[in-house]
T-cell receptor, first 116, second 111 residues
Framework: GAVVSQHPSWVICKSGTSVKIECRSLDFQATTMFWYRQFPKQSLMLMATSNEGSKATYEQGVEKDKFLINHASLTLSTLTVTSAHPEDSSFYIC????????????FGPGTRLTVT | KNQVEQSPQSLIILERKNCTLQCNYTVSPFSNLRWYKQDTGRGPVSLTI?????NTKSNGRYTATLDADTKQSSLHITASQLSDSASYIC??????????FGKGTKLSVKP
């Protein structure tokens, strides 16, 4: 149980275009989902926290107008990278919490974004 | 400043050997300590989660320890297998639900 999926697993896009990444909790309802970014040989960096039905909370330094997050249901959150640039190329990982007060975060398999 | 330091940065061991990975953290207020395994190009998978009151927790061949007084944790892998080759990430959880990730230790198990 507690499986989180991401789609797509990898994507290549041209500079200036927008890319949407989906994160789904397959067998549980995720009240809270998180979006991380990981550069090579670096640790995961939290970008934003999203709660179902409310606006996402962004970490300092993360542009909310560039990284649009929508958590429209208890099983789906989306991250849209708008007007992507090569420096946005990274590994994007989502995670989800199964119910409030739980310690456990279940991570998705990640999405590799390459902006050319 | 909240931070997590892991050592060594990388490690190469022979199959069936044991190894221990180290983690020092500075997180306040502290709530829990987690270890994850991350295969290349994949998301992290949870190995153990310990609250501040727990000293040790095992998951198969993985045994994690926690000393909340010295703010240190270790992950011991017994009888390593080739499939253990991955990055092992130590994560300290704050009482406010925040997670602070270490950079990971890259483990390579050779035949």
């Amino acid at each position: 149980g507690a499986v989180v999926s991401q789609h797509p697993s990898w994507v290549i896009c041209k500079s200036g275009t927008s890319v949407k990444i989906e994160c789904r909790s397959l067998d549980f309802q995720a009240t809270t989902m998180f979006w991380y970014r990981q550069f090579p040989k670096q640790s995961l960096m939290l970008m934003a926290t999203s709660n179902e039905g409310s606006k996402a909370t962004y970490e300092q330094g993360v542009e909310k107008d560039k990284f649009l997050i929508n958590h429209a249901s208890l099983t789906l959150s989306t991250l849209t990278v708008t007007s992507a640039h090569p420096e946005d190329s990274s590994f994007y990982i989502c995670s989800a919490i199964n119910g409030q007060g739980s310690y456990e975060q279940y991570f998705g398999p990640g999405t590799r974004l390459t902006v050319t | 400043k909240n931070q997590v330091e892991q050592s060594p940065q990388s490690l190469i061991i022979l199959e069936r050997k044991n190894c221990t990975l180290q983690c020092n953290y500075t997180v306040s207020p502290f709530s829990n300590l987690r270890w994850y395994k991350q295969d290349t190009g994949r998301g992290p998978v949870s190995l153990t989660i310990m609250t501040f009151s727990e000293n040790t927790k095992s998951n198969g061949r993985y045994t994690a320890t926690l000393d909340a007084d010295t703010k240190q944790s270790s992950l011991h892998i017994t009888a390593s297998q080739l499939s253990d080759s991955a990055s092992y990430i130590c994560v300290a959880g704050g009482s406010q639900g925040n997670l602070i990730f270490g950079k990971g230790t890259k483990l390579s198990v050779k035949p």
